[in-house]
Every structure is written in C-alpha cells, then in structure tokens.
C-alpha cells in the first residue's frame, strides 16, 4: 500500500473451466504484445484507481447494500482499442443485469466520494496488452459462456514479477 492507498477496481473473477476457454482464445491470436498472465484474467467492472482506507470502508458499506442477480456473459468477438493499446474478447451483447449491476456500483462509487469514468461502460477482457498496430486479421474467437454468481474487489498490486490481482471483499449475486 502507497501512502495514498491502494490501487483498486471491482470485476468479475473467472472460474478455472472459463480462464482455460479464455487462455485458448488468447493463444489462437498471432499477435506481437504482452500477453495478459491467466492468473490476471479478470472483467472490470468499475475501475477505482487509488483509494484510502476511508474510502474503501465507505465503498464496501455502500456495496453490502447492492442486491442484483446473477447473469451469464457470452463472450464471442475479438477487439482491439488503439489508445490503451490493448486486444481483447466481449460479448456482442451486454446482459441487463451487467448493466444494472454497473449502474448500481457506480452510484456506490459515487456516494463513497470516489469519480467513475465519464465513458460508456464496455464489457471486455484484456488478453493482449502493448499491441501498437491493430490486426489486419483475426481468428473467429471461440465462443463460450459462463455464469457470475459474485464479484469481487481487488486490489492491483505491483510486484518484481508485474502486477497481480488480489481479491480483498467478494459479494454475492442473487441464484
């Protein structure tokens, strides 16, 4: 922890049948970049960046209060976003409970003194990162679903070995 707190998103982990789907995807992409570690595999749901302690307390206060059900995500289609130079696997289309869920964190968010992004939330899983052209070409992805059944608040950690993903406080969705 820096003087400032932690670096902090909430997301959504990954079971091990999912991250091995998510794994095959990425090594089907012939692509020059830093290739996401399978242990870091995650979906932000909305990014924090640095946090206090106080801050946290009143984000986890706030989110205990949030009830949603669970949803699965179809994840079919590659991308590539040029400005954070990053290629990654979405869904086509973004369940109704995802959207709810990430309107109500935000609100959390907000009610704990914390900004949220002006951008549009889109759902996605970074598995290329420092791609500085993008692809002529892609593979089709191979298509999967999974289920969410919690989320999760995770401190980005920085370490001699790069960055990890620790899971601090997991919430439950609604079966």
Same mark, same amino acid.
């Given at each position: 922890?820096?003087?400032?707190?932690?670096?902090?998103?909430?997301?959504?982990?990954?079971?091990?049948?999912?991250?091995?789907?998510?794994?095959?995807?990425?090594?089907?992409?012939?692509?020059?970049?830093?290739?996401?570690?399978?242990?870091?595999?995650? /979906?932000? =749901?909305?990014?924090?960046?640095?946090?206090?302690? +106080?801050?946290? $307390?009143? @984000? %986890? &206060?706030?989110?205990?209060?949030?009830?949603?059900?669970?949803?699965?995500?179809?994840?079919?289609?590659?991308?590539?976003?040029?400005?954070? /130079?990053? =290629?990654?696997?979405?869904?086509?289309?973004?369940? +109704?409970?995802? $959207?709810? @869920? %990430? &309107?109500?964190?935000?609100?959390?968010?907000?009610?704990?003194?914390?900004?949220?992004?002006?951008?549009?939330?889109?759902?996605?899983?970074?598995?290329?990162?420092?791609?500085?052209?993008?692809?002529?070409?892609?593979?089709?992805?191979?298509?999967?679903?999974?289920?969410?059944?919690?989320?999760?608040?995770?401190?980005?950690?920085?370490?001699?070995?790069?960055?990890?993903?620790?899971?601090?406080?997991?919430?439950?969705?609604?079966?």
């Amino acid at each position: 922890m820096t003087k400032n707190g932690k670096r902090l998103f909430l997301g959504l982990g990954f079971n091990t049948e999912a991250k091995n789907q998510i794994a095959e995807n990425q090594r089907s992409l012939a692509i020059a970049g830093r290739p996401v570690a399978a242990a870091n595999f995650h /979906q932000t =749901l909305v990014f924090l960046g640095q946090v206090s302690e +106080e801050q946290q $307390s009143q @984000l %986890v &206060e706030r989110v205990n209060e949030i009830e949603n059900p669970a949803f699965a995500i179809t994840y079919n289609r590659f991308g590539y976003w040029r400005k954070p /130079q990053i =290629l990654f696997l979405a869904p086509t289309s973004m369940p +109704e409970e995802l $959207s709810k @869920l %990430v &309107e109500q964190l935000q609100q959390a968010v907000i009610g704990a003194g914390l900004p949220i992004e002006e951008r549009p939330y889109r759902p996605h899983i970074t598995l290329v990162r420092k791609v500085t052209r993008q692809p002529q070409t892609l593979p089709a992805p191979i298509a999967f679903s999974t289920q969410f059944q919690q989320f999760t608040l995770y401190h980005s950690a920085s370490s001699a070995d790069g960055v990890c993903y620790l899971p601090l406080q997991t919430w439950p969705l609604q079966i």
